[in-house]
Each structure stands twice: as C-alpha cells, then as structure tokens.
DNA sequence: GTGCGAGTATGA
DNA sequence: CATACTCGCACC
C-alpha cells in the first residue's frame, strides 16, 4: 500500500490486512482507503503478499474505492523514480500522474467520437502502404529514414531532432508513432500547449486513422479527462498526446516517447516535486526501452548534452535542405535605421521591417512579435529615458492605455502633473509596449490593414492566406495558411536582457519558433529581426543553426559549473528554515554549497516573508546521491514538525 | 498531517 | 501527588 500523505518521512510502502469481503476487488493497482495514524486516507494497493515484514499489528483495508488498477507496475516504479531524482515524494508524484477518479466515466467509459478514443485500438496500427514504404518528410533528414526503419524494425533508437522549419513536424511525429504502433507497441507524445496539441491531433488522426489515439489534454473537464485517460491505461488505445500532465499516461507496451520543443518552460511541472517533462520521458525511454525523439525547431543545451554523452544521435537537415526550407532573416539592431514613419516609430519598427512589412503584405499575411504580452507597460521620462518612479511612493509607473496617464503600480495613484526629477521634462513614454498598444500602432501605420492580436488568454490558432498584421506575443503566434510572407521580431533587446543564463538559447527558440511559421525564402519568406546583427543570437537566426549555438551554450555552461553540465538543487524557504535544513543535511563529499540569497519574492503568498533561496551543485554523476541526501534532510524536518516550509528544487528551470 | 505515551512543569 | 502541558515519535 502507497498512503497519499505528503510527508517525506513517510514516503515508503505499508502493509494492510486484506478483508475477504474485499479480497475480489483488492487488485494490484487499485484506489483504497485506510486508516492511517486513525485517520481515514486514500492510497493505491501496490502488491499482494502472503505475508508481512512489518513486526506490528496490521490494520485492515477500509474500502477499495475501485477495482480499477490505475496504477500500473511501470508508473508505480516510474513515480519511484522520479521521485528519488527529484528529493520528493512518491505520493507527489502520483497525484501528477493519476487523474482524479470520475465514478460515472469509468463505469460508462465506452469509446465516443470525435478526438476520444474511436473504438477500441489496442491491436497493430496498419499504417497505408504509402507511409509503410516511405519515409515522406523523414526523407529530409539523412537519418530520418534509419530512425524510422529502427522503429519499425522493433528496436528502441533515440533521436534529438532539429526540424526544418514549416509546418510538417506533427506529420513527422505521427509517421515516427505510426511506425511505432505498427509494431504493436505504443506511443506517448508531450507538446507544450494546446495549439501544438491540436496538431499532433490532426496528424494523428490522418496516419493512424480514426479511433487509434487519445489526446489527453488540459481543461477537458473532469470527466471526459478521466474517460480518455483510462482509455490509455486500459490499453484501448496505444498512442497518446498531451501537454505536460501526460508524461506520466500508462501507455500500454511504450515504444516511443516523443517531446516537442524541449526548452519551452510549460514542460516544467511548476508543482512538487517539479519534474521536467524531458526528464521524464527519458527515464521512461530507459525504463521501457522504448525509443525516444526530442525535437524542435531549436536546441537546447539540455538536449545537446544528450547528443554529446552518446544517449541520442542527432538527428538533422544537411545544410542544402535547410536554406531551401528555412526563410530569409535579416537582422537590423541600429537605431538610427528607425523608420521615419511616426507611428512605426512608436511601434519600434525600424525602417526596413516596415519597408518589407508592406512589400510582404502585398502577398499574404505578415506576422509582428512582440515579446510583453498584455497592455501595462513601465514608462521612463520621454526625453532622458530615466524610468519613471511614483513621486509619493517611488513605486513604479505604468501606462493602461495609450491615451491614458501613467498610473503607479505600488499605489494606483496617476500624477498629471509629473515631472522628471532627473532632467525636468514633463512627459514619459513607454519602455516596451504591450502587443495590444503595438497592434494599435501598427494599425496607424498601414492604414487599410487588417490587425489581428493574438497571445495571453486571447490565442488565435490560424489565420488565412490573405494580407493582415498579425501582432502575437512568443508562443501564441497563429499559423497561417502557406505560411507568412513575413515576420518581424520586435524588441529583441527585451529577450535578450531577461537576467537569466539561457536568455539567448530562449531567445532564439521563440525567434525560430516564430520564423519557422515563415513561408521558405524561396517562396520569398522574409524575418526581419530586430537585433543586433553581429550578436552570435542573431546569426544562429539568420544562419538557421540552432544546433552550433547550443553546443556553444552547453560549453558555456560547463565553464560556468550549470546544469545541464552538473545537478543543481535549490531551496527556497525562511530564512530560519533554509539555515535549519542545511544544518541537517549530510552533503555528499562532491556537492558544493554555493551560498545563501535573498529569493525573488514569488507570489503575493511569500511576500514580505524574509524568503532566501540555498543553491547547492555536483557532477552530474552525484545527483541521486544529493537528492537522497535532501530527501533525508526532508524527512527529519517533516518528523519533528520543524515550522517553516523549505521547498527543495533540483535543476529548477526558472534558475538557468 | 494525527494520536499517544513519556517526561517535565506547575500548583494545591 | 494530581493535573497540564510539551516533546518526540510512530503511523502498517
């Protein structure tokens, strides 16, 4: 029995007594309840055994909720797993990994229309002869063709994949699970969010045929959620899609496990104990010995580090294929090459992404990255720059609307009357604009236009073939039919100047990600990207090489002693806290205390608090040894109901 | 997390 | 010596 408790201390197996009333039901698998420490709780029956270690009095199963075996041995060992490589518990992880139960799904749980599970599939995809013969857009890649007659052949390649641009990549990950499950094994997809998943979907539905596959998606409902997931773990269905919570899905007899655009944050689990989605389907791929294809337009140290210690083969165009797939970027950072135009002025676009702007527009739609979503944006004095600061408070000032006056975030207060204390001038402008004000600027100027903004909670999916600005923050770019005749990336000093070690390698995923929307440079696709041109970044961008960027990322990052060049763990917590923790740790030889800082304040709940953060870091080969040592720490603290939360982070994404 | 027993403080 | 409380630990 695993009792749902969260504390670490408690994080093994205990043993129940099996009534006879409930012998039947009581199946390896199953949800129970119990009572533990006099309580009732809810826990998921491992194993039966005819006898016990524990010396005690054994207590007796109160009710098995399910006869349902929803936790299968291969997520039960994974759960384990992954718990140990992130200093957490298996309870946390299991609450990922398996979804609230619905009573009246899984009674009725019957295959349905639409994007459900068809009817029931578990046997061999029969992929068309066509697809059977063909590598179709894997023939692009020298090793596309290997890689998939590996998976057809049974065996369990791993790839870290570099797609051309354009929109074949969900084609590719349906031939690459079609190939999979016509072996008669499964297949497990993880995109970052649910436009990327309605592609999969699509292309699924076109190489599988109807009814072979479930997408597993956030915001389904409860009930429809439950039903599509206990289609996977009942085996009716072999391939599964899904965003980040369906890493965990118990696909039946895995072959392969796919992970599209590894460095967008949404891959990281933001609950404890954190697990990466990259992470995860690795350790699945080993666990199952299944195949496993990391992919995107770029590529993240992360990945390259895979490629370089022999775990994956790379998996990439010839240079020849790229120019012809990829479109033609330009870089312009200078100022001075501003366009004269007021209102592209005010818009940030210089002169040649307004020139080409207008040109493309001639032939289809034109899209504009903006990289702030939303519309509140800092101000700083209209004439020396310096930021504008609340004269009551010094809070920040922020603008709502463009024609609004600037209003201090701390207070709310709005002072007509504000003068530059620095240089006396009375107006201010904004320092980035959301994409809302630059939509509306751009309107201003090409007259004429259709504007469509897209990003945040408004998200577009596509947009015609037909001319139109289409204004989108990072990741909410729409698609557009035959791809764009244009882009421009506005702000690319914004990307760039985020405080983060991997601020270029994100910088240059969502630029890609971007461009990659782009029709082809042969077609007369153009990016116009606003940065410096010399910056590596930005050669990586108009070079189209992901690839020699990241492996000059991961160098740096071994220089530096960062992961993925060694294990990072962070904690975060009271000061007291954090001090008490790591008095309690036995560190392995190998780790290194970095040192204590102040944490960011994260949310209005830490707030105020006296927060710091601990950063400890070791070879990569000692990581379970430091994990394990964490989770002990945990688990004395959580024994004697030491005050004060710590929370423990290995690799925490939001570090790099 | 809760529940409980041992140990310790406190006061009639 | 009775009662109130804290502390530490087991929880199957």
């Not at 054994?58 to 009710?63: N, S």
């Not at 033609?328 to 040649?352: C, F, H, I, K, Q």
């Not at 509306?440 to 596509?462: C, D, N, Q, Y």
């Not at 990072?568 to 009271?574: R, V």
């Amino acid at each position: 029995m695993l009792v749902d408790v969260p504390l670490a201390h408690l994080d093994r197996p205990f043993d129940y007594l099996i009534p006879e009333r409930l012998s039947e039901s009581a199946v390896p698998g199953c949800r129970v309840r119990v009572r533990f420490a006099g309580q009732l709780t809810g826990g998921y029956l491992l194993d039966r055994a005819a006898v016990s270690e524990h010396p005690g009095r054994l207590a007796a199963l109160e009710r098995v909720v399910s006869p349902e075996p929803v936790l299968t041995p291969e997520i039960a060992a994974l759960a384990r797993e992954v718990a140990d490589r992130y200093a957490g518990t298996m309870a946390d992880v299991l609450r990922l990994a398996i979804p609230p139960r619905h009573a009246a799904a899984e009674a009725a749980a019957r295959p349905g229309p639409g994007t459900g599970p068809g009817t029931p599939g578990a046997g061999p995809v029969r992929l068309a002869p066509l697809a059977r013969r063909e590598a179709g857009p894997w023939g692009r890649y020298p090793a596309g063709p290997a890689f998939l007659a590996a998976l057809a052949g049974g065996r369990a390649p791993r790839a870290v994949w570099t797609a051309l641009p354009g929109q074949e990549w969900p084609e590719e990950i349906a031939r690459a699970a079609g190939t999979a499950a016509a072996t008669g094994r499964g297949a497990l997809i993880v995109v970052p969010d649910a436009r990327d998943l309605g592609l999969v979907d699509a292309a699924l539905a076109r190489v599988l045929g109807p009814g072979r596959h479930a997408c597993l998606a956030a915001g389904l409902g409860p009930a429809e959620r439950y039903r599509r997931w206990l289609a996977v773990a009942r085996g009716e269905v072999r391939v599964a899609a899904g965003t980040r919570a369906a890493m965990f899905a118990p696909v039946a007899g895995l072959g392969l496990v796919v992970l599209w655009d590894d460095g967008d944050d949404l891959h990281a689990e933001p609950r404890a104990p954190y697990p990466h989605a990259r992470e995860v389907l690795a350790l699945r791929a080993h666990r199952a010995r299944a195949a496993a294809l990391i992919g995107g337009f770029a590529r993240t140290a992360e990945a390259t580090s895979l490629v370089a210690s022999g775990w994956a083969h790379a998996v990439t165009a010839a240079r020849p294929v790229v120019r012809r797939f990829a479109p033609d970027v330009r870089a312009t950072g200078d100022d001075s090459e501003l366009a004269r135009d007021e209102a592209a002025r005010s818009a940030r676009m210089p002169s040649l992404a307004l020139r080409t702007a207008r040109a493309a527009l001639a032939r289809g739609p034109v899209l504009v990255q903006v990289p702030r979503r939303g519309y509140l944006t800092a101000v700083a004095c209209e004439r020396c720059r310096a930021a504008a600061r609340c004269a009551e408070c010094g809070g920040p000032l922020a603008v709502e609307a463009s024609d609004a006056p600037a209003r201090c975030r701390w207070c709310g207060r709005s002072d007509a009357e504000w003068r530059c204390p620095a240089c006396g001038h009375g107006r201010v402008r904004a320092v980035v604009a959301g994409s809302r004000r630059t939509a509306e600027e751009l309107a201003r100027a090409f007259p004429g236009t259709r504007v469509v903004v897209s990003g945040g909670t408004a998200t577009i999916g596509s947009v015609p073939a037909e001319p139109a600005l289409v204004v989108a923050t990072p990741g909410a770019e729409p698609l557009a039919d035959g791809g764009y005749a244009a882009a421009v990336l506005l702000d690319g000093w914004v990307l760039l100047g985020r405080p983060s070690l991997a601020a270029a390698q994100e910088a240059l995923r969502r630029w890609m990600n971007a461009a990659a929307l782009v029709a082809p440079g042969s077609a007369g696709g153009t990016v116009i990207l606003v940065a410096e041109a010399s910056l590596p970044v930005s050669q990586a961008l108009i070079r189209w090489d992901p690839v020699t960027h990241a492996e000059r990322e991961l160098a740096e990052r071994e220089a530096l002693g960062f992961p993925p060049a060694v294990r990072m763990a962070a904690m975060t917590g009271p000061a007291e806290a954090v001090a008490g923790f790591l008095a309690e740790t036995t560190l392995p030889p190998a780790a290194e205390l970095i040192g204590t800082v102040p944490a960011e304040t994260g949310g209005a709940a830490e707030a105020g608090q006296d927060r710091v953060r601990a950063l400890i870091r070791i070879p990569r080969s000692g990581g379970l040894g430091l994990a394990a040592a964490l989770r002990a720490a945990q688990a004395a603290r959580t024994a004697r109901k030491e005050t004060g939360q710590v929370r423990v982070q290995l690799d925490p994404a939001e570090l790099i």
